[in-house]
């Protein structure tokens, strides 16, 4: 062991710092949303042990997004390095990884053994698919006692839908998000990343941390069933009042009013060109000491003192005129030029960053480290994208990066279940681990 | 966190019964965030200056009368709170120190030099009140070179990354903020976990602490791909129209149906599975075409015909009505969604076998459906909500207890 890199000497399991210290989760999370939830869980200390396949990699491995490699999805690696995926390490840093063969009779018994050393379980699988190697709740409460265990799935564990297919995209489709965005009177613009893995893993990290902490004051686990369409439901916004209260359709003329806002009427209030090749500012006058505030930081032109602007309710019915006076000023500045003169006068204004203005411009994520590096044996030195929350008392504790194909084998199977190293041994050779 | 976790007998409590928290907030985040905990049985005590909440003054408004109680949006983002208007015989300060005695949460959302102007500082409550947990959901954090800078749900998502992925093909065109105040919502969502982190914290040690949650710093690591694709391979991604930024462009994703309505659907060329579903279910209606070939079964040659496979799926979708499309795609497991609107969910009978909705009383003639919590929990109770309160409603109510407790 000792003549390993010391690269891989470092990666050795330690004891996590933070409040989930002493948690042990057994992880059967994949894709996106169970992997972004049960991140939170490892990054504050909690051990969580992803279980995976040999034969089914779980897709962020596979999808090629590879240091200084470009290529698109559709060229994907048709016999991937399973340790080079870029998405895969910034979802699955912090966490252990065992490989189990769970169509095998061993390896079934192998994840009832590690289900009975933990006390947490996470799954977001189609439904079924637990229940079809045993791992009902009832089951799993025989293998520990009050355990707690989270399925997070498209649609939840129950319904006449609950096996539809989805991921992001379908379920921001399925429950609103998506028709309420964009301009009026045509297809919708919809979302441009599935905003819903990271919502429900949001909420799922969430449901996860609030039953330990319920099980923390009265020693009751939990069964929790959570189902992405209904967060996404719940995430619509007061539109969905205006149906339900005001039996208002959405499906109106002018619906949705794209960046316009008409809830308060607000104008300026859009999405205006700058200098460079597809690059935008979002401004956003709310009343008149806004707009005077406005006015005066882009030096009072002429067209400023137009009648149809001396109101609010007047700048909005106008706001097709106003929106090309405004352009017509940010059109020769940089984004981020007309975000400092705007905000340093009062107006509430953002540069549209894409992520190498995040990472590379913005002085804010800088001085609040919001990015973070971790090496990694195959990738080199990443960046991650870190907790958006700084506590005075706790920290995120970064231990290492996205765990190798099987890295932890040996420990988990070993140092926690007890197994001897030619047991091991005899697990790999007949492909159970 | 009091005693009150165990709930009453033969009702199972709810994950927050017992815990207090004083709210401060004027920004669907920060109200929000107190929704979520109202929602899940905190006491949640706001308080509102004599005019109210600014969110009091935002439509819509119910059946269009204007009005400090009729705002939806500030319906939406107060459920089941209980609101507190300070009768001036004291200041405000004086006030948010009388209910922060028996508070655990204190839920603010000033920015730095609000939290001067207001007299307020932080770490002396702390010293104060050591068991209190202050959350503070701001625009940008409380320090750095934009703290003080302000935000709105459109300025959030622009500087946080991900609006640049959302909008249309067409570049002309600026990029386009989804519905619904999505950014102020991903800086709610932080602020429940990191509130949770922080009551996991207090559990051990008996230590509040401040929790500081930046609105900014929540979108800017909810950008899905954006990031890794530029931590990585160091390429920026561009928005297309209702489907994934991507470095180069993909195929549409949306569909029009007989019915004039849209149905989301990506085909991976790759996985063989979802094309030989597609290709039976165009076959069954008579628009298969040449789809049936055993050419291809090569996925290079379906690679090269994509464009033309794209026509032939835009026929598949119309020569029938969405939820045709949605029912039968799923039930040959495809994954297909229609593109519903907010009124087409209501009648989704997946979520109505679930009880997903309940009819909350607004006011003795006006009630309405509205979503339960997504939480589902077998050791909780079912949440229902219960309606946002009037403009100091509960103000009677509070002093009093507190006069009570002094």
């Given at each position: 062991m000792d003549a390993r890199h010391p690269s891989l000497v470092q990666r050795q399991p330690r004891a996590r710092r933070g409040p989930l210290s002493g948690i042990r989760v057994a992880d059967f999370c994949w894709m996106g949303v169970g992997s972004v939830a049960t991140r939170m869980l490892a990054d504050f200390g909690a051990e969580v042990i992803k279980i995976e396949s040999r034969t089914r990699l779980d897709l962020p491995r596979r999808l090629p997004l590879y240091k200084n490699d470009s290529r698109s999805f559709?060229?994907?690696?048709?016999?991937?390095?399973?340790?080079?995926g870029g998405l895969f390490n910034n979802y699955s840093r912090n966490k252990l990884g065992v490989t189990i063969n769970m169509r095998s009779v061993e390896g079934r018994e192998l994840a009832e053994r590690l289900i009975a050393q933990s006390s947490v379980v996470t799954e977001n699988f189609a439904p079924g698919v637990m229940a079809g190697w045993n791992l009902t709740y009832e089951r799993l409460r025989a293998l520990c006692p009050e355990v707690i265990y989270a399925h997070m799935s498209g649609f939840g564990q129950s319904g006449p839908h609950h096996t539809y297919r989805s991921y992001g995209p379908v379920v921001q489709a399925v429950s609103g998000l998506s028709f309420i965005?964009?301009?009026?009177?045509?297809e919708p613009s919809g979302w441009g990343l599935s905003y819903m893995d990271n919502q429900a893993a949001y909420y799922n990290s969430a449901a996860l941390l609030m039953a330990i902490m319920h099980r923390n004051a009265t020693g009751k686990g939990t069964e929790i069933d959570t189902s992405a369409v209904e967060v996404g439901v719940s995430l619509l916004g007061p539109d969905l009042l205006d149906v339900t209260v005001n039996a208002r359709p959405t499906r109106r003329p002018g619906f949705p009013p794209g960046n316009r806002l008409e809830h308060p009427q607000a104008a300026p209030h859009g999405v205006y060109p700058c200098a460079g090749e597809d690059r935008w500012v979002a401004v956003a006058v709310f009343d008149d000491t806004d707009w005077h505030r406005l006015i005066e930081a882009i030096g009072n032109p002429a067209w400023t003192t137009d009648p149809r602007f001396a109101s609010g309710s007047s700048r909005f019915a106008h706001a097709d005129a106003l929106d090309a006076h405004l352009a017509e000023w940010t059109r020769h500045r940089s984004p981020h030029e007309v975000m400092t003169l705007l905000q340093d006068n009062g107006v509430c204004a953002g540069a549209v960053q894409d992520a190498r203005d995040l990472n590379e411009v913005d002085p804010q994520l800088a001085h609040r480290g919001t990015f973070f590096e971790l090496d990694h044996p195959v990738i080199g030195p990443a960046r991650f994208e870190g907790t958006p929350v700084t506590f005075s008392r706790i920290e995120q504790d970064n231990w290492r990066s996205a765990p190798l194909l099987g890295e932890d084998n040996a420990y988990v199977f070993s140092d926690i279940l007890g197994l001897s190293t030619n047991e091991v041994a005899d697990l790999a050779a007949a492909g159970v681990i | 966190m009091t005693t009150a976790q165990t709930g009453t007998a033969g009702s199972p409590p709810l994950p927050y019964s017992g815990l207090t928290v004083v709210e401060w907030a004027g920004d669907p985040a920060g109200e929000g965030t107190g929704r979520l905990l109202a929602e899940l049985g905190a006491d949640v005590i706001k308080i509102e200056p004599p005019q109210g909440s600014?969110?009091?003054?935002?439509?819509?408004f119910a059946h269009d009368v204007v009005s400090a109680d009729t705002s939806l949006t500030f319906w939406y983002y107060n459920f089941g709170k209980r609101s507190v208007v300070p009768d001036g015989s004291e200041s405000d300060q004086a006030l948010l120190h009388r209910l922060l005695v028996g508070a655990d949460v204190l839920l603010i959302t000033l920015r730095p030099r609000e939290i001067a102007a207001a007299g307020l500082d932080y770490s002396a409550l702390l010293t104060t009140h050591?068991?209190?947990?202050?959350?503070s959901v701001t625009a940008f954090g409380l320090d750095g070179p934009w703290a003080d800078y302000r935000t709105c749900d459109l300025v959030g998502l622009a500087a946080g990354g991900p609006l640049a992925s959302?909008?249309?093909?067409?570049?002309?065109?600026?990029p386009i903020r989804p519905g619904g105040n999505q950014g102020y919502h991903t800086a709610a969502s932080f602020a429940h976990c990191g509130l949770l982190l922080a009551l996991l914290d207090r559990q051990r040690t008996g230590a509040g602490q401040l929790v500081d949650v930046s609105m900014h710093e929540s979108l800017a690591v909810s950008g899905e791909l954006a990031n890794p694709y530029w931590f990585y391979p160091k390429v920026l991604v561009h928005r297309q129209t209702c489907r994934h930024a991507q470095p180069v462009p993909t195929q549409p994703a949306l569909f029009r149906c007989a019915d004039d309505r849209w149905v989301y659907f990506a085909l991976i060329l790759a996985d063989r599975k979802p094309w030989d579903a597609l290709v039976a279910w165009m076959e069954s209606l008579g628009v298969a075409a040449d789809l049936t070939d055993t050419a291809y079964d090569d996925l290079a040659h379906r690679q090269q015909n994509f464009q033309h496979i794209q026509e032939l799926i835009e026929c598949l979708f119309l020569l029938q009505d969405a939820t045709t499309a949605y029912h039968e795609g799923q039930r040959r497991g495809l994954p297909i969604g229609p593109v519903n609107a907010p009124e087409d969910v209501l009648d989704d009978e997946h979520l109505q076998a679930r009880n997903f909705f309940t009819t909350v009383a607004f006011d003795s003639d006006l009630s309405a459906l509205v979503p339960t919590s997504p939480y589902r929990f077998s050791s909780f109770q079912t949440v229902a909500p219960t309606r946002a309160p009037w403009l100091g409603e509960h103000t009677g109510q509070v002093l009093a207890a507190e006069e009570a407790d002094r």
């Open positions: 559709g060229a994907e690696d048709p016999d991937p390095d399973p340790d080079k965005s964009g301009l009026p009177d045509r | 600014p969110t009091r003054r935002i439509g819509p050591p068991q209190l947990i202050i959350l959302c909008g249309y093909d067409d570049h002309s065109i600026p």
